[in-house]
């Protein structure tokens, strides 16, 4: 069974700060995704990156999938409340489902 | 294009009650499927479907049924329910496996 372990599991920052949150598996997907979940909604796709290795970024977040295809990393520059939201990276391994983290739990103070 | 929808939005069961939950998606994907989401537990994966007609378990099954008799449509149909299938259900659709996954908003189901 594949497992993706999502770290920290909360996160509480002031505005403004700098926060890297991590993903993290024994297995090789051959590609991993981002979603933000805002609270009532459902997830909503960040990024997905594909090669071993690749550094994407989104305005101020910055996505990092691991030279081996086995973790990954979002960092987020001068936090912003707006950024406040459950984060959730889904690995993929061809045509199986989806495999989702628990999430990390951000909350940005003004 | 209204992209997935759930209906309904809460409801609240009795233990041993049945109900069905309709997800609808207007995207012509092929695949859709069904999450529980519980506090620290995450999407856990209750059934998909790779296809109309087509129906296949995921990681927690049991109590639950779905159907896919339509494209556009993926029902998820708990026939006594539990206390412990008190939780938010989300529902998601894509074009194919690894690809992005649109969901719904969510349906909050309550079991006293």
């Known amino acids: 069974t594949q497992l993706l372990e999502q770290s920290p599991q909360f996160l509480s920052i002031q505005e403004g700060e700098n926060l890297t949150v991590y993903c993290n598996s024994s297995s090789v997907f051959s590609s991993l995704q981002w979603y933000r979940q805002e609270p009532g909604e459902g997830p909503v796709l960040l990024v997905t990156v594909v090669t071993g290795g690749e550094v994407k970024k989104l305005k101020r977040l910055t996505f990092q999938f691991g030279d081996a295809r086995k973790d990954s990393s979002l960092h987020i520059t001068a936090a912003q409340p707006g950024d406040t939201g459950l984060y959730l990276c889904?690995?993929?391994?061809?045509?199986?489902?989806?495999?989702f983290g628990k999430g990390t739990r951000l909350s940005v103070i003004a | 294009n209204a992209g997935v929808t759930q209906t309904p939005k809460f409801r609240v069961l009795k233990t041993g009650q049945s109900m069905t939950l309709l997800c609808a998606q207007d995207?012509?994907?092929?695949?859709m499927y069904w999450y529980r989401q519980d506090p620290g537990m995450g999407l856990r994966l209750i059934h998909y479907?790779?296809?109309?007609?087509?129906?296949a378990k995921g990681e927690v099954p049991d109590g639950y049924n779905v159907s896919r008799l339509k494209k556009q449509n993926f029902l998820l149909g708990l026939e006594s329910a539990a206390p412990s299938q008190t939780s938010v259900y989300f529902c998601a659709s894509t074009r194919s496996g690894p690809a992005e996954q649109f969901f719904g908003p969510g349906t909050r189901l309550t079991v006293l």
């Open positions: 995207m012509n994907h092929e695949y």
């Open positions: 889904a690995g993929s391994s061809g045509n199986t489902p989806l495999v």
């Open positions: 479907s790779v296809g109309e007609g087509t129906t």
